[in-house]
């Protein structure tokens, strides 16, 4: 697994938006970019400019993923019958670093990806330890019985910033998760607007 070059909180920052929703994000005290020319103004952004910002927001709203594996996972959802941007959504979701976020058994998708790694999750029984390991449709996801205590999963359970989406049925008595269906760009909860229309154009150039 690749280290992340930057901290999380200034990639708030420097895209301008509290892409998580987040009570804790700088953006809260600081609406402006990091650094001495943070607070210039900025001019008019190319199409070029709005294409990458698109697909780095997108990035990093999954806990930075490289560049190689999204652009794999792009690939993937360009080669799939439909609109290639919702099935880049719809594969986004089916991480299973993803779905252990949206279940609420973290806090942060950046926990989420290292609770996986430090293998607390079952799925239908077997210990899995890929964050970016695809979820089928009608898979259980499980919080292994020796993690189910662990303060970090209980106080993520009783979030009240958001909610766990209708795609993912939850049961956190058991702490299990199933995955129901993959979803649409509409069925997300994005705390922003994402545009993977301008991801698609990115990578289409």
Do not use: C
Request: hydrophobic fraction near 35%; charge should be positive.
């Amino acid at each position: 697994m690749s280290k992340r070059s930057s901290v999380k909180h200034k990639i708030d920052r420097r895209l301008g938006e509290n892409i998580w929703g987040r009570p804790k994000s700088p953006l809260n005290a600081r609406a402006y970019g990091p650094g001495q020319h943070g607070q210039r103004r900025k001019g008019k952004m190319s199409d070029y400019g709005l294409q990458l910002r698109a697909k780095q927001k997108l990035k990093g709203y999954y806990g930075s993923i490289t560049e190689k594996a999204f652009k794999r996972l792009y690939s993937e959802a360009a080669r799939v019958k439909g609109d290639t941007g919702e099935n880049l959504i719809g594969l986004l979701e089916s991480r299973l670093d993803a779905i252990v976020y949206r279940a609420k058994f973290v806090a942060t998708v950046f926990a989420a990806r290292q609770f996986v790694s430090h293998g607390h999750i079952l799925i239908n029984g077997k210990r899995v330890n890929i964050p970016s390991y695809q979820v089928q449709i009608g898979d259980v996801i499980e919080v292994r019985e020796r993690s189910k205590q662990l303060a970090v999963l209980i106080e993520a359970t009783q979030l009240a910033e958001r909610d766990v989406p209708e795609y993912v049925q939850t049961d956190h008595h058991k702490m299990t998760a199933t995955y129901v269906r993959k979803p649409s760009l509409s069925d997300v909860p994005y705390p922003v607007q994402m545009e993977p229309n301008l991801v698609v154009e990115f990578y289409s150039r």
